[in-house]
T-cell receptor
Framework: ETGVTQSPTHLIKTRGQQVTLRCSSQSGHNTVSWYQQALGQGPQFIFQYYREEENGRGNFPPRFSGLQFPNYSSELNVNALELDDSALYLC?????????????FGPGTRLTVL | AQTVTQSQPEMSVQEAETVTLSCTYDTSESDYYLFWYKQPPSRQMILVIRQEAYKQQNATENRFSVNFQKAAKSFSLKISDSQLGDAAMYFCAYRRLDNYGQNFVFGPGTRLSVLP
């Protein structure tokens, strides 16, 4: 059974650019959530996708957007990058949306915005 | 909105000793889940233990146990017989029952060092 994978591992962008981060969910999982973890802080929920539809969103501006594909993999897109977007971006997948479903986290993508 | 507080930014424990990490949370809901996650330097979040709010019995997983005080909204993690591999950031997290909306709410974390 393959776990949650994310690509790339590290990424450096400049302010104003756009970035796409990718996540492959664990086999059998149809729900993917994205989190932003700034240095020295706990992860903050960005949004969740369930069967290709957004199913919940945290306090992030519209320039943070996402997609989920028929194979349940997912992308996080961030437009007009700002310095404060520098963080570790975590993806987590689960078998469904209910609170009792364990979320399995990927290793994250470290984004640096210069 | 729910909030999670971890008042100990850093803790240290001697190998083989016991340590307790604190967590408090705020919610108006009666049913929810609480979690402790471990994040080693590899960055991958690993589930340590989970507690359902409707269960009065404290959860236990091998050397890890919790003290869940629902009325006080307190959820502490006890690590017994600490091992060098326990060194990591530990995050307390709250999750709604229906998992719609805010999903997980994480605390700011406690960095645990294990001294040989």
């Amino acid at each position: 059974e393959t776990g949650v994978t994310q690509s790339p591992t590290h990424l450096i962008k400049t302010r104003g650019q756009q970035v796409t981060l990718r996540c492959s969910s664990q086999s059998g999982h149809n729900t993917v959530s994205w989190y932003q973890q700034a240095l020295g802080q706990g992860p903050q929920f960005i949004f969740q996708y369930y069967r290709e539809e957004e199913n919940g969103r945290g306090n992030f501006p519209p320039r943070f957007s996402g997609l989920q594909f028929p194979n349940y993999s997912s992308e996080l897109n961030v437009n007009a990058l700002e310095l404060d977007d520098s963080a570790l971006y975590l993806c987590a997948s689960s078998a469904s949306t209910g609170g009792n479903n364990e979320q399995f986290f990927g290793p994250g993508t470290r984004l640096t915005v210069l | 909105a729910q909030t999670v507080t971890q008042s100990q930014p850093e803790m240290s424990v001697q190998e083989a000793e016991t340590v307790t990490l604190s967590c408090t949370y705020d919610t108006s809901e009666s049913d929810y889940y609480l979690f402790w996650y471990k994040q080693p330097p590899s960055r991958q979040m690993i589930l340590v233990i989970r507690q359902e709010a409707y269960k009065q019995q404290n959860a236990t997983e091998n050397r890890f146990s919790v003290n869940f005080q629902k009325a006080a909204k307190s959820f502490s993690l006890k690590i017994s017989d600490s091992q060098l591999g326990d060194a990591a950031m530990y995050f307390c997290a709250y999750r709604r029952l229906d998992n719609y909306g805010q999903n997980f709410v994480f605390g700011p974390g406690t960095r645990l060092s294990v001294l040989p």
